[in-house]
């Protein structure tokens, strides 16, 4: 495991420590930015009529899922171990992709692996209808420049510090931001030249709307195929697809929300983001936010014993098989000197 402080950083953004000032490097030309404000009239950039109708419906649809399955269960009884184990093995899946494929992986470059492993875990992410993988990366790059100051796409402390304000601010870190321009002026170039470097990435990136097909499709065809009529294959639509998509959709929703709010703080980050346990746990690890933004490139984000990390535990595996390597880790003096204790 590499522990060295490496000072990465992709495109200018730093993935590791945090800075007080912004470098931004475009054409082999390096740009200092000033610091971005804190305080300010917050204005999130505007988007077309046709992005607020695709993301409401992707925020909205799971949710109506959500809804028609409790009204089935209070109506019918439990609907059966298969549907629920459907569920729970389809968030493990596209969940586990979006924090070791687009976030750990493709994001921060925490650990290096095999093409065919990269692409494997970024299509999981992709399965996770958070949108293509390419633009949330750049999103979440985005994120971390700007982590609640003026620019960030999904802060919840820019809102003014009013019981409204805070409301305000909470909705649009947690899912109000998605029916923003954050989401499409995306300024790839800058934020993710090296993930449109890989063509591999790239093709799978063109191809999401097959795999928002296929994370709904897939259960369907399983629901269907294993009770062999059309009420297992709406079943399994319903809880291996729109269920599985809403748990999935609000633990990584509530990674900026929640956790940028709610929990302890053990290290120097410029922001407010937190660690929270019930994240922790359910966020498979990326709920250890805090330490996350103190050491963005870290593969490990419960940094002690007790905060679990199932995302880590993973990759840990995939290193000691020889399928993960130049896993980076910080050094006990970059946590030391970060400590707020």
């Not at 204005?43 to 009529?49: E, I, M, N, Q, R």
């Not at 499409?184 to 890989?198: I, N, S, W």
């Not at 983001?273 to 490139?297: D, K, Q, R």
């Amino acid at each position: 495991m590499d522990r060295e402080d490496i000072g990465a950083s992709v495109s200018g953004v730093s993935l590791l420590t945090p800075a007080p000032s912004k470098r931004a490097v475009v054409s082999q030309r390096t740009v200092v930015l000033e610091t971005p404000p804190k305080v300010g009239k917050f204005v999130p950039p505007p988007s077309t009529l046709t992005h607020k109708i695709v993301m409401g419906s992707a925020v909205v649809i799971p949710f109506l899922g959500v809804v028609a399955a409790i009204a089935l269960c209070w109506a019918y009884g439990f609907m059966g171990w298969m549907y629920l184990a459907m569920m729970v093995i389809g968030w493990q899946i596209t969940g586990l992709g979006v924090t070791i494929g687009l976030h750990r992986l493709a994001t921060h470059r925490s650990f290096d692996t095999h093409p065919w492993i990269r692409a494997l875990w970024v299509m999981c992410g992709a399965l996770s209808v958070e949108g293509s993988p390419i633009v949330w990366c750049a999103t979440h790059r985005k994120h971390h420049e700007y982590s609640d100051h003026l620019g960030d796409p999904h802060s919840p402390h820019l809102h003014g510090e009013s019981v409204w304000g805070m409301l305000r601010g909470f909705w649009h870190a947690h899912a109000g931001w998605l029916l923003s321009g954050y989401w499409t002026q995306k300024d790839l170039d800058r934020y993710v030249p090296d993930l449109l470097a890989e063509p591999w990435l790239v093709r799978i990136d063109k191809l999401y709307y097959l795999w928002v097909l296929a994370t709904l499709a897939i259960p369907a065809a399983i629901g269907g195929l294993v009770t062999w009529s059309w009420e297992g294959a709406a079943l399994g639509f319903l809880w291996g697809g729109l269920v599985r998509v809403f748990v999935t959709h609000h633990i990584t929703w509530s990674i900026n929300s929640v956790c940028h709010i709610f929990g302890s703080r053990d290290y120097e980050a410029n922001d407010e983001s937190t660690n929270n346990f019930v994240c922790g746990v359910l966020g498979l690890g990326e709920g250890w936010h805090n330490n996350h933004h103190a050491f963005p490139t870290s593969a490990r984000h419960g940094l002690r014993w007790w905060q679990f990390d199932q995302s880590w535990y993973i990759i840990r595996g995939m290193e000691l098989l020889g399928l993960a390597w130049n896993v980076k880790l910080p050094t006990d003096r970059q946590m030391l000197n970060k400590s707020l204790h």
